[in-house]
């Protein structure tokens, strides 16, 4: 809802605790929040002001007061033996927020000026749910959320799928010892589960916080199961026969041996000096450490000080959180760009208004897709969340849809914006396709020839089990590229090796043997040509039906679907494929450009009769130590040429094993089984049907 500026304080009050309670509904009940927090801590601390000044209109519901939350129905309802409680926060950045609390808690203890520093443990301030573990006789008999700070949800049956959080703590059997702690999801665990989430076309979390507690209030605790959770202990509730350690860095200590998970980045700090350092180290250390904070917490050390200090409404005034830069803001979309990755894939790509997010200013974020793009309704003149941790991209996280304005764009639609092509190659653009659904990935079609995926053609083209191009690898590829000698690949066999040798860190004997490798991989298979080209679910397999069944380039260019559809294991996906890849002229005009620098095969009759009878049809053969001329890809080529098929395992189902020199258990496996045990020259003989 947006908030305009009201004339009186009174009315602006008014509206600030709606919209605060509003969203803290969204956040602590549903889990769902649709402000960044930075948003809410801005207007949060708007209302503390007008109170401030006019303590008149402080009312006892103000979320100011007191700590919201609320049982979600489906959960039963536990009350806190000690009230779980909210922290002070310093958003202030800067140092002064660290000397602003030393200064207060000075002031409070009525310490004179020349008193000495005072002792603070200082920790991280974690992103995540406030959890009280309950420890009966040393053993977990409940865990349950915050909720209001007087009771919250019994969460006891999912926290125990958590295998960080001890079910019997070490060495401790105090009849009831409560810990307080953190739930929360490390980044890469919230990446993988986002992406998982993608690729089922559902709904991903807007951030690790977030799904940490949805993952918490979990109803079906199998789902919960599935959702990677840790923990990090910071506290105590309740404590009934043990003998709590005078300090709170003492306290974490023995947490700690009693096996529960505490957080290293921890320190003992003295006076103001102590707090700014730590703030300064661990904020140059945020963007590394695995999991999201929002800041860093102190709190007086000595329990005692604690104890004198006692709490105001919802907070301890011996502990305050000193915050970081957001990692989640707030801005304008002013277009959506559409980038082709190395692969071909189109990657729908925010512009925004440059916004100071995560410690740096961002004016690109990524969309990810346009299936998500259209669920989350990001359309362009929309005020929208973007996210921005550790090393990960950027990216738009979610639409603020009360601050959308009237003139708004239309719904993203990839297709339509793109005209039905690449924006750097002009190829046609398809959706990838595959037997579950229809992806949410669209491609650039033109493979061999788009600029932005020259890098990946050459090196898929070169790999092995392609065109097998020995000595071009990644670095020499980027390189080539780069620096512009090559541009796509026929362009590969202009090299010479004055050229080569010219490149950095480049001998002139690598150069001649890369020069005699492209010579060689001149004469090769169409099969392998075929998984060369880099045709979109033409794996290797399918590259040798296709060769083995039209004999020849030409037809195979060809065919039509229905043609290609003849082929042994090509289903409608695989032969759309095809047909698109040859249909996009530049991808034809690299494939001529190739013949014609001298690549070649057999093709037609010759390659059929090449091919030979097929003696080994229905025959299941295993390769096994290293014969004195095959290589083993030769080997297997052969026998599949024959109509054989190679296994990789020995069994009664095998009905003849290579066996080269070396050869080990697959050996004395097959001859325990009673199987035919050949060497090369039976092969080879094998092969010519002498046997
Ligand atoms: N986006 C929204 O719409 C929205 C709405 C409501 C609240 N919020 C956010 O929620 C927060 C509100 O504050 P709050 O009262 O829930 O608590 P808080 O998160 O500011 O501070 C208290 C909490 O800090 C956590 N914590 C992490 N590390 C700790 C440590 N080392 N020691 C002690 N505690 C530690 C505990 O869970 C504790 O409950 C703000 O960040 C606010 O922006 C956002
Ligand atoms: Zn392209």
Not at 265 to 285: I, P, T
């Amino acid at each position: 809802m947006p908030v305009s500026i009201p004339s009186a304080p009174a009315e602006r009050a008014q509206a600030l605790r709606q919209t605060l309670n509003h969203h803290a509904h969204l956040y602590y009940v549903l889990d769902a929040p649709t402000l960044p927090d930075a948003e809410y801590d801005r207007l949060f601390q708007e209302l503390q002001a007008l109170e401030a000044a006019h303590p008149e209109l402080l009312t006892p519901d103000s979320p100011t007061q007191r700590v919201i939350g609320k049982v979600l129905d489906g959960f039963a309802s536990v009350r806190h033996a000690v009230p779980m409680l909210s922290i002070r926060t310093e958003t202030d950045t800067e140092a002064s927020g660290a000397e602003n609390f030393d200064a207060r808690v000075r002031r409070e203890l009525e310490l004179a000026p020349e008193a000495a520093a005072l002792d603070y443990a200082a920790e991280l301030k974690f992103d995540g749910l406030a959890i009280n573990l309950r420890y009966e006789a040393g053993v977990l008999v409940c865990a349950a959320t915050r909720g209001d700070g007087e009771s919250g949800e019994d969460v006891t049956q999912n926290i125990r799928t958590i295998g960080q959080i001890p079910l019997r703590l070490a060495g401790v059997n105090a009849p009831v010892l409560e810990v307080r702690g953190e739930v929360y999801m490390r980044r890469d665990d919230f990446e993988r589960l986002n992406e998982r989430q993608r690729q089922a076309g559902e709904k991903t979390f807007v951030n690790p916080r977030n799904a940490a507690a949805g993952a918490v209030r979990q109803l079906d605790p199998g789902i919960a199961a599935q959702r990677p959770l840790s923990f990090f202990a910071y506290g105590l509730g309740e404590v009934q026969g043990w003998e709590v350690p005078a300090t709170h860095s003492g306290l974490l200590d023995a947490l700690a041996t009693m096996g529960l998970p505490v957080c290293a980045d921890r320190a003992l700090v003295q006076g103001a000096a102590g707090l700014v350092d730590f703030h300064q180290r661990m904020g140059a250390k945020r963007d590394a450490l695995p999991f999201d904070i929002d800041g860093v917490v102190y709190k007086v050390n000595e329990r005692a000080l604690q104890q004198r200090l006692g709490f105001v409404s919802r907070e301890p005034r011996w502990a305050v959180a000193h915050k970081y830069p957001a990692q989640e803001q707030l801005t304008l979309l002013l277009d959506i760009d559409i980038q082709v990755g190395r692969t071909g894939k189109l990657t729908p790509v925010a512009k925004l208004a440059p916004v100071f997010v995560g410690g740096t200013t961002v004016s690109n974020a990524t969309l990810h897709n346009e299936e998500e793009t259209r669920r989350k309704d990001v359309r362009i003149g929309d005020t929208v969340i973007v996210r921005r941790a550790g090393d990960v991209i950027p990216e738009v996280v979610g639409v603020v849809l009360e601050r959308r304005p009237a003139d708004v764009g239309e719904p993203f639609d990839l297709y339509k914006r793109l005209g039905g092509q690449c924006p750097v190659c002009q190829s046609e653009i398809a959706r990838e396709e595959n037997e579950a659904r229809v992806s949410v990935e669209w491609r650039c079609t033109g493979g061999l020839f788009c600029p932005a995926q020259r890098k990946q053609a050459i090196l898929h083209f070169a790999g092995r089990r392609a065109l097998d191009i020995e000595g071009l690898g990644d670095k020499l590829v980027d390189q080539l590229v780069d620096v512009g000698i090559v541009s796509s690949l026929p362009g590969l066999y202009k090299l010479g090796v004055a050229k080569l040798a010219a490149l950095d860190r480049m001998a002139d004997k690598s150069a001649q043997n890369i020069v005699e490798a492209l010579e060689k991989s001149k004469h090769t298979t169409l099969a392998r040509f075929l998984f060369g080209l880099g045709i979109r679910q033409v794996g290797e397999t399918t590259a040798k039906d296709l060769a083995r069944h039209f004999g020849g380039l030409d037809a195979l260019m060809d065919a039509s679907t229905e043609q290609l559809l003849e082929v042994k294991d090509v289903g409608p996906i695989v032969a759309r494929s095809i047909h698109t890849f040859f249909a996009q002229a530049h991808n034809r005009e690299v494939v001529e450009q190739l013949r014609a620098a001298g690549l070649s095969w057999e093709e037609g009759e010759g390659a059929a009769a090449a091919r030979g009878p097929q003696v080994l049809l229905g025959k299941t053969l295993v390769l096994t130590g290293s014969l004195p001329t095959l290589s083993r890809e030769q080997a297997k080529e052969m026998i599949e040429a024959a109509g054989g098929k190679v296994s990789g395992s020995v069994s009664k189902k095998t009905h003849f094993l290579v066996a080269g020199a070396e050869a080990g258990s697959k050996l004395a496996k097959a001859e325990e089984l009673g199987l035919a045990v050949l060497d090369e020259a039976g092969l080879l003989a094998l092969l010519q049907g002498d046997t």
